[in-house]
């Protein structure tokens, strides 16, 4: 089994939508957990940190259910400057960061 | 704002040729990573760096890797004798504290290996 799994999309949605990710985690000793965004050829850009209650920046929602190892990432209105790979991420004992493979969003006009 | 800066941004060599990549960290970080992104696969931990000495190292950081801190910025990653399969796009990060707080990446070297 995968350490962290995401589906690899790509979610193709026009303007405006809101989106869903999901993520699930292998290791329930992981201890953070993390969405990052990663452009074509660069590197990954942290977008938040993510807290078992839950965290809002903006137009980005992101949950953990530590119970069923599942991280989400809500993404409302979204913009075509969202069209990114989005890398859910966790970490263990060493913290060490352990990636997904990546969620590829296209948000369209 | 502080950044990571990695040189050279691209490099081909020839297959058992040596390589030597280089990062700046931020300047009052203290943890150093590297990490490597094969093209259309995701991004791999290779070793962690803390007071001069390796953290953690996964498999992948075979007796072909090392990694050194030689003066008070940079950071480097050697790879002895290139094969094939180490191109690649290589990340180097830092941290201040390792502990779970964010890792702030650069921009990344791509290794092409001939």
């Known amino acids: 089994r995968k350490e962290v799994e995401q589906d690899p999309g790509p979610f193709n949605v026009p303007e405006g939508a809101t989106v869903a990710f999901n993520c699930t985690y292998s290791?329930?000793?992981?201890?953070?957990f993390f969405w990052y965004r990663q452009d074509c050829r660069k590197e990954p850009k942290l977008l938040m940190s993510?807290?078992?209650s839950g965290n809002e920046d903006g137009r980005f929602t992101a949950q953990l259910n530590r119970a069923s190892q599942y991280i989400s990432l809500l993404i409302r209105d979204s913009k075509l400057s969202d069209s990114a790979t989005y890398l859910c991420?966790?970490?263990?004992?060493?913290?060490?960061?352990?990636f997904g493979s990546g969620t590829r969003l296209l948000v369209r006009p | 704002e502080p950044e990571v800066t990695q040189t050279p941004s691209h490099q081909v060599t020839q297959m058992g040729q040596e390589v030597i990549l280089r990062c700046v960290p931020i300047?009052?970080?203290?943890?150093f990573y590297w990490y490597r992104q094969i093209l259309g696969q995701k991004v791999e931990f290779l070793v962690s760096?803390?007071?001069?000495?390796?953290?953690?190292k996964s498999e992948i950081f075979d007796d072909q890797f090392s990694v050194e801190r030689p003066d008070g910025s940079n950071f480097t990653l050697k790879i002895r004798s290139t094969k094939l399969e180490d191109s690649a796009m290589y990340f180097c990060?830092?941290?201040?504290?390792?502990?779970?707080?964010?890792?702030?990446f650069g921009p990344g070297t791509r290794l092409l290996v001939l």
């Open positions: 991420v966790v970490t263990d004992s060493s913290y060490k960061l352990i």
């Open positions: 290791n329930s000793a992981s201890q953070s």
């Open positions: 993510v807290y078992s």
């Open positions: 300047s009052n970080h203290l943890y």
């Open positions: 760096f803390y007071n001069n000495e390796i953290s953690e």
């Open positions: 990060a830092s941290n201040r504290g390792g502990a779970p707080e964010t890792q702030y």
